[in-house]
């Protein structure tokens, strides 16, 4: 095995409970918070919501377990994972750390407005009623050039830090402290938000489905959303897999995963889309809804400023649970293959990144003139690059490596263990990450690029 402390054992979650977490923490985050109430948003609502509960069945559960699985038989990183079961895959691997680095610079920037507003949050700049105001507080910082790429670097600074410490001190601790946090917070914000006179528009908005609105362009970005919000396509599953002991009970975590992330992105809706509501704003109004709709409504609310607080730290505690799960990608790839210690690597991958985010930063200020794809700037390409092409392409991928070269078999044998863990619906698995996962995914971006 190239791992780098040879003799050493590879480190392992503490517990149980640890990975779950972890798991968790890297799929809940921004996707949940800030993407989810706004892409459902743009796309009918409830429509795509149900399209996205399609695309969770079908394709989340079964990527999970692929995942984790093979980082777990491996106990390697998302290149090395490939390349020990068969050396000709590892470019698969390669494409996710590529994404890793792809999202996380964007990612970062959206960290960095939120690592802002929780400054501001608590010295009460928020404490606006006008939502034309706040539109344009929120305007000038993103359009700005020092402060947002200075945000920026805090954030990653924030991430590199949990990093450092490694799976157990730095990842596993941090968890155990923002998930638990966070389920509390959100909890209580969306009873808040659902008690608001004229709420029930906002739940109606979320839950009923306007078909009108489906397009298979709805279709890409809900199953984009999905690998995006459940950190599937680009190796984080595998490589926090293979911290995993042999006694880890897969198929449990499978399912307890994407279950906590949808809970959390149906409750991020609920919290969000009824104040919107209440409030009379926009729901479509894109990827300023939690930062301008949000504190309109909580400046309008009792104790607003209490719940403004609780709601930027849960947004910062959750984007820094899913950004040090990206960067751990890039870390234990450079630490398992290229033999360099965890500090050095760390430093030095979360430098790339900080670079590379600040064309993302700047496209919406000084750079936003400057399209990459078609109408599209620096970070929209990113994002689109990465949600939209990588991941759901990495999950193809990785449907046709279990399914087919690795093999089914070899998967449930080692998800089994010997029989110590009951695998029931190993069959239906089978046939989907054979199957359905492929076809399905093909179909999607075959369709939509066509
Ligand atoms: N799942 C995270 C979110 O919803 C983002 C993420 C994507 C994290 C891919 C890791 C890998 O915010």
């Known amino acids: 095995m190239s791992n780098v402390n040879e003799g050493q054992?590879?480190?392992?979650?503490?517990?149980?409970?640890g990975f779950i977490?972890?798991?968790?923490?890297?799929?809940?985050?921004?996707?949940?918070?800030?993407?989810?109430?706004?892409?459902?948003?743009?796309?009918?609502?409830?429509a795509f919501v149900l399209i996205y509960f399609i695309i969770l069945f079908l394709v989340g559960f079964t990527l999970m377990l692929a995942e984790i699985t093979l980082g777990r038989a491996t106990q390697l990183n998302a290149i090395g994972a490939y390349r020990k079961i068969r050396k000709s895959w590892a470019w698969v691997g390669s494409l996710g750390v590529v994404a890793a680095f792809l999202i996380l610079s964007f990612y970062s920037v959206i960290g960095g407005w939120v690592i802002n507003y929780t400054m501001k949050s608590f010295t009460g700049a928020l404490h606006v009623t006008d939502g034309q105001a706040l539109g344009m507080m929120f305007e000038k910082l993103i359009t700005g050039t020092t402060e947002p790429i200075l945000f920026h670097g805090l954030f990653m600074l924030a991430t590199l830090l949990i990093v450092l410490g490694g799976v157990g001190g730095g990842i596993e601790k941090s968890n155990k402290i923002f998930m638990p946090?966070?389920?509390?917070?959100?909890?209580i914000l969306a009873i808040r938000s659902m008690t608001l006179p004229g709420?029930?528009?906002?739940?109606?908005?979320?839950?009923?489905?306007?078909?009108?609105?489906?397009?298979i362009g709805v279709v890409l970005d809900a199953l984009g959303q999905v690998f995006f919000s459940l950190s599937l396509g680009m190796g984080c599953m595998i490589t926090y897999g293979s911290y995993l002991g042999k006694d880890s009970n897969?198929?449990?975590?499978?399912?307890?995963?994407?279950?906590?992330?949808?809970?959390?992105?149906?409750?991020a809706g609920l919290a969000v889309l009824p104040a919107v509501f209440a409030f009379g704003f926009d729901p479509s109004s894109g990827p300023?809804?939690?930062?301008?709709?949000?504190?309109?409504?909580?400046?309008?609310?009792?104790?607003?400023?209490?719940f403004e607080v609780m709601f930027f730290l849960l947004v910062l505690f959750a984007a820094l649970s899913s950004s040090i799960s990206m960067l751990e990608v890039i870390v234990a790839y450079v630490v398992d293959e290229w033999k360099i210690n965890r500090k050095i690597a760390t430093l030095l991958t979360s430098l790339i990144i900080f670079l590379l985010g600040i064309p993302a930063t700047l496209s919406f200020g000084p750079w936003s003139h400057i399209t990459i794809l078609p109408g599209r700037g620096f970070f929209d390409t990113f994002d689109f690059i990465a949600s939209n092409v990588l991941l759901p392409l990495g999950g193809f991928l990785l449907c046709i490596f279990v399914g087919w070269i690795w093999g089914t078999e070899k998967a449930i044998k080692e998800v089994r263990n010997n029989g110590k863990i009951s695998f029931q619906w190993a069959g239906i698995w089978s046939f989907l990450v054979k199957y359905v996962?492929?076809?399905?995914?093909?179909?999607?971006?075959?369709?939509?690029f066509l």
Request: hydrophobic fraction near 55%.
């Open 9 to 17: 054992p590879r480190e392992q979650w503490g517990s149980k409970l």
């Open 21 to 46: 977490l972890a798991a968790a923490g890297s799929a809940v985050g921004l996707g949940n918070l800030w993407k989810f109430p706004y892409i459902a948003g743009k796309n009918g609502g409830g």
């Open 181 to 187: 946090g966070l389920f509390v917070i959100i909890i």
């Open 199 to 215: 709420a029930s528009e906002g739940i109606k908005y979320l839950l009923v489905p306007d078909f009108s609105k489906v397009t």
């Open 250 to 267: 897969i198929p449990q975590s499978s399912i307890i995963i994407p279950l906590i992330d949808t809970g959390v992105a149906i409750l």
């Open 288 to 306: 300023g809804l939690i930062f301008v709709t949000f504190p309109a409504v909580f400046a309008k609310m009792p104790l607003g400023s209490i």
């Open 437 to 448: 996962g492929p076809v399905a995914i093909l179909i999607v971006m075959v369709r939509s």
